[in-house]
């Protein structure tokens, strides 16, 4: 897992990436894990997963709406595409995608990653934060 620093955002590649599980609640969780490393995506606002054949617009508020997502369990994950307006999107090893705008009044996601120690937050109106624990010092032997 790596997630690179670019000019219009952040992209988070997987090594043998695959989606792990997805939990449904008030939000759309999607836990993707590679060699490395665990991501934890929660989608909180409207998204959209898109395809060859169209796309499904997907509510987590609407349960009933989040269906499309389901036969996503254990599939291939490439990478989470972030920019710096907010705009999220996860690239899935078929081509489809699932992508997450900003939202004006709510967070619209917040991704966190195990291995590299670090969260990541789309904020009412698009700023994304971000935030690394700080390396711990070593002890001298």
């Excluded at 349960?63 to 690239?91: D, Y």
């Amino acid at each position: 897992m790596e997630l690179r620093d670019e000019e219009n955002g952040w992209q988070l590649s997987l090594e043998n990436g695959f989606v792990q599980l997805i939990q449904i609640d008030f939000r759309l969780g999607l836990f993707l894990s590679d060699t490395s490393g665990t991501v934890q995506l929660y989608v909180e606002t409207p998204c959209w997963l898109k395809g060859a054949y169209g796309e499904a617009s997907l509510n987590p508020s609407e349960s009933s709406s989040l269906a499309p997502i389901l036969p996503f369990f254990n599939t291939k994950v490439i990478g989470v595409a972030i920019q710096k307006n907010g705009r999220l999107r996860v690239e899935f090893g078929d081509g489809h995608t699932l992508e997450v705008d900003p939202d004006g009044s709510y967070e619209a996601w917040q991704l966190s990653c195990t291995s590299i120690a670090c969260v990541l937050i789309c904020a009412p109106g698009g700023e994304v934060s971000f935030f690394r624990q700080p390396e711990r010092p070593t002890k001298a032997a």
